[in-house]
């Protein structure tokens, strides 16, 4: 007998599969087929154990491994965009410095490479590259480069970037309690890690030095920060220190609309990403329009098709 227990997947939505077991054989085995490496080896350990556990939930894959020994491992990259962070010491990649424990890096995604783990746990949170590609093409009009984003997160995103990476990881390990509201999470996931690791920097058309115009950046930026909440006109004003008259006039000579008519576009195109990303026989319109703070249905759907030419359950419909 090995030891080993066998793969036990959950049928039910997320999906989860978990494995432990104390030989390093066992272990070898399993980390070689959920990460897709090679060349595993392990510190000698008198007391041998290690479990894993992968759940997935729509565009993200959550995987925990904790081994009793340091580890190391060769991967080769598929070109899907993996963070990866160890609970206590670093993670090496090659010949780089030893990472923070607690903090995500973004793994080389071009190249082979080899990862040194020390003995704990080791998350790695793997996204959906499509699902990605396209909140990064609604949100930031543009599609983004996986070779353009950064291996180390700014350092002013990490706490947002951990509380969402917890929020998606909650939603997976127990669905009932966020029903409607794990595809928004998702969304607003994505948006942390594009710009926790670059892809949401744009590139300025201008040098715009005028007060005006950088008042009304900073308040987009806000927003789009914080449109999951329920907001009034005085929580961005508060967040950028200027008066309401004054930021709705900058808002219509620098954006050519009022800040909340802003707020209104910004949570719409999270409802789009939501709705195409969705299932159709698992997710309602309600559901996502709830979670993005439209409570009247009529009203939303109206609006909806006049942005997008039309009605939230024909995405929703298409998606599927």
């Known amino acids: 007998m090995s030891g080993d227990t066998a793969l036990r997947p959950v049928t039910t939505a997320p999906r989860t599969v978990q ?3 104390r030989t390093p054989t066992g272990a070898a085995r399993t ?13 000698p350990s008198e007391r041998f154990a290690f479990r894993h556990r992968t759940v997935h939930h729509h565009n993200v894959a959550l995987l925990s491994s904790a081994v009793s020994t340091a580890a190391a491992a060769t991967f ?11 609970a206590v010491g670093g993670i090496r990649i090659d010949d780089e410095p030893p990472t923070r424990p607690g903090v995500p890096v973004l793994l080389p995604a071009g190249h082979p490479f080899t990862m040194v783990a020390p003995a704990g746990t080791v998350q790695v949170l793997r996204l959906d590259s499509g699902f990605l590609d396209a909140v990064h093409g609604v949100v930031f009009d543009h599609r983004f480069g996986a070779a353009g984003l950064r291996r180390q997160p700014s350092e002013a995103e990490i706490p947002q970037l951990l509380a969402r990476i917890d929020t998606v990881a909650a939603n997976a390990l127990h669905p ?26 744009p590139e300025p058309r201008q040098q715009q030095a005028t007060r005006t115009a950088t008042t009304v950046q900073q308040a987009q930026a806000w927003i789009a920060e914080h449109c999951d909440r329920q907001l009034q006109l005085a929580d961005v004003c508060d967040a950028v220190g200027v008066s309401s008259r004054t930021l709705q006039e900058n808002f219509m000579q620098h954006a050519g609309t009022s800040p909340m008519a ?24 309600a559901d996502v329009a709830h979670r993005w703070g439209f409570r009247h ?3 939303f759907s109206s609006t909806y098709f006049q942005r997008f030419d039309e009605y939230p359950k024909k995405t929703l419909r298409t998606s599927s």
């Open 31 to 43: 980390f070689t087929t959920v990460y897709r490496c090679r060349d595993i080896r392990f510190a």
């Open 19 to 21: 494995r432990s077991g």
């Open 176 to 201: 009932e309690r966020n029903p409607g509201g794990h595809l928004s999470a998702q969304v607003l996931l994505a948006e942390s890690v594009l710009s926790a690791f670059g892809g949401a920097a």
């Open 76 to 86: 080769v990259p598929d070109g899907t965009p993996l963070l990866a962070w160890s």
């Open 297 to 299: 249905m009529g009203r």
């Open 262 to 285: 802003y707020l209104l576009r910004v949570r719409l195109d999270r409802v789009r990403i939501a709705l195409q990303l969705a299932e159709a026989s698992q997710t309602t319109v």
